[in-house]
């Protein structure tokens, strides 16, 4: 079955401890994405990635890194995080056709 | 840069009655334009996009490029297209880089 899986559902951190939300995908696609869902603004692209090592900023990239080393995972750090990036996060894996989305992971910075 | 506009954050109908979801667009080419939509507490999905003219789920969506509008329609909601509905838009002609609207929350009401 083609899907893409974030991990972890849900987390609860403190501000300035460094996290990293897990994204992989198993239909073997190019691009990959991050967005954030906040209420009122929808989604936002925060990074995508075009291919293993080729990554680039969103619309909201400030206060976030990702890394593409592998073609099915596409991670993305909080190095410090504040309570600002308190949010929906979404990963999305997509073909020239469609664009498929993980579960989402809520982030609670506290 | 382009963008999306969806005017309607909630939108409340009443089953067997019809519905139409508005989104306008902001963009200078020849866009792809999406409709995704998110049931509670599940993920995002594609509902349709306008280069395959399907109708999904007795949903439809006519492109104007004059009124750069891609708006949604039914004749007779159901109570179980109750979700939140996103608009998006692609650039490139697919299914990456998307730029979505702010999402129209839709309740069928018995």
């Known amino acids: 079955e083609a899907q893409v899986t974030q991990n972890p559902r849900y987390l609860i951190t403190v501000t300035g401890k460094k996290l990293t939300v897990t994204c992989s995908q198993n239909m073997n696609h190019e691009y990959m994405s991050w967005y954030r869902q906040d209420p009122g603004l929808g989604l936002r692209q925060i990074y995508y990635s075009m291919n293993v090592e080729v990554t680039d900023k969103g619309d909201v990239p400030e206060g976030y890194k990702v890394s593409r080393k592998e073609k099915r995972n596409f991670p993305l750090i909080l190095e410090s995080p504040s309570p600002n990036q308190t949010s929906l996060y979404f990963c999305?894996?997509?073909?020239?056709?469609?664009?498929?989305f993980g579960q989402g992971t809520r982030l609670t910075v506290v | 840069a382009q963008r999306v506009t969806q005017p309607e954050k909630l939108l409340s109908v009443f089953k067997g009655a019809p519905v139409e979801l508005k989104c306008n667009y902001s963009y200078s080419g020849s866009p792809e334009l999406f409709w995704y939509v998110q049931y509670s507490r599940q993920r995002l999905q594609l509902l349709l996009r306008h280069i395959s003219r399907e109708s999904i789920k007795g949903f439809t969506a006519d492109l104007n490029k004059g009124e750069t509008s891609f708006h949604l329609k039914k004749p007779f909601a159901q109570e179980e297209d109750s979700a939140m509905y996103y608009c998006?838009?692609?650039?490139?002609?697919?299914?990456?880089?998307?730029?979505f609207g702010s999402g129209t929350q839709l309740t069928v009401l018995p």
């Open positions: 998006a838009l692609s650039p490139g002609g697919s299914a990456r880089q998307l730029t």
């Open positions: 999305a894996s997509s073909s020239s056709t469609e664009a498929f």
